[in-house]
């Protein structure tokens, strides 16, 4: 029998609950919390182009929108139906909402809609026509350009190459398409794209930074491993996990080539200028010991909250409980600012910024609850209990939002819930009923956990004035 000895991450006591307060939903707790996020300033959100790639809705992961708190359920304004089926995730930019589909037989292709009406200002069908597109979705990436122009990376189902095209907004033409210097998954983050890419002859992954037309190599940076052989070991995690960015530091997590197996995951900062390696995190806690190795947590997919980036560390306390924490470093320098005190039992799913808290879904004693921590030092300022069916979405402007689906006497999904929180004190503010295919899709269980690796881009964002967009399987739709 193989020898197994767990170990403890961090000091932990008998019973390791933190002290919390439990939000009042009294009507005047929610006044006071609808006034104070009244007045409240702009909290320092992520800033970034728009793009359909990014899996957690912004260029931080932190889902933290740059619009103003929703304080009251939002209304429909528009709906359209154009025949779709199944519709690309919105992207918006300026007055427009992009989106459409090529899995239908009407109005087929990139769709400009106008914002404010609804209404399609310009549509490109031809793409549908070529590579064998036409009744495919496709794996598509969408990506707002500061000449003014999208970028649309679109592969053909023919086995024909993949087709970059450069679409001008206002009039909804393709002026150019571009060839990349080097292929592989596009992530645009500062200005400047990045792919990654791997040579087993060199022995090494790789991330490759192209100008912004594609045609050149600006730096590469080769420090890291090829994918793991075992696939099937329990430990296996991909090289590299989904990056994040700023300040002009790209912050991704992966496995580098002089550490020593077992190896794991660990945050890097690179400078998106040079491709400089600018620090790495080397203190991750052994997470257990088998067969004389020791196995060290995961660093997993890196979040950018309040100036702190943010990672989930793993814990095996005793009796053998599986527990997660959090940890907060310095994005210029890798210190570590603080490390929660990991629960026993305790599985932190999906969390998200609200200026100066990081809302959490967590699970502990067969029970689904909301934790929000302090930023600033990591401590827990309150937790609430939530429906088993709800998850945790977005923010803005120091508000939070949940959903959670709705089942009829047949265990059918008839509606969403949507609902309001106030970051600062888990209040709740309000909560509206919708139709459950405006929220549904991706929605399922888990589906919007930051380290889920089967977890879709939002099918649903909110703009900068707070309205909300979001696509159905056919169609697209306003709230506000």
Known sequence: MKKITFILLFSLCVVCIPKAQTPSD??????????????????KSCTGSPALFMPYGTSCNSREFQAPPILAAPKKQWEINPGWWGVWTPVLIGNLVLTGSCNNDDNAGLSAIDKQTGKTVWRIGNICATGNRRGSMGNIALYELPSGEALLVYPREDGGPTDYYVINIKTGK??????????????????????????????????????????????????????????????????FSAPAS????????????????????????????????LWRHTAQPVLLKRNEKSYRSDDGIPMIADGKVIIRVQAMSWPNAYATGLRALD????????????????????????????????QLSGKKELWGYRLNDGTVAWRRVISKNAQLMTSS???????????????????????????????LLWTGSYPDHYFGLGNSSNSWDIENPNAGTPVWAIDRDGAIYGVTLRGVFKLK
């Open 246 to 277: 700023w300040g002009g530091i790209l912050f991704q997590t992966a496995r580098n080539k002089d550490q020593s197996e077992p190896f794991t995951r660990q945050l890097q900062a690179i400078d998106l200028k040079t491709g400089k390696t």
């Open 174 to 239: 393709i002026v150019r398409t571009l060839t990349p210097a080097k292929t592989g998954t596009l992530r645009y983050r500062g200005g400047i794209f990045t792919t990654l890419n791997q040579s087993p002859k060199e022995g090494n992954s790789y991330i490759t930074a192209l100008s912004g037309d594609l045609n050149n190599i600006l730096w590469q940076n080769r420090e890291f491993k090829l994918a793991m052989p075992d696939k099937s070991d329990p430990l296996y995690t991909p090289t």
């Open 331 to 362: 994005p210029n320098s890798g210190k570590i600012l603080w490390t929660t005190q990991p629960v026993p039992g305790l599985h932190i799913f999906n969390h998200v910024a609200a200026c100066s808290m990081l809302v959490t879904e967590v």
């Open 397 to 427: 402007g120091g508000a939070f939002y949940v959903g959670e689906r709705l089942l009829d006497n047949e265990n059918n999904y008839k509606d969403h819930l949507l609902q309001g929180f106030d970051g600062l004190t888990g209040t």
């Open 26 to 43: 009294a009507p005047d707790a929610r006044a006071a919390a609808i006034a104070r996020l009244q007045k409240a300033a702009s909290c």
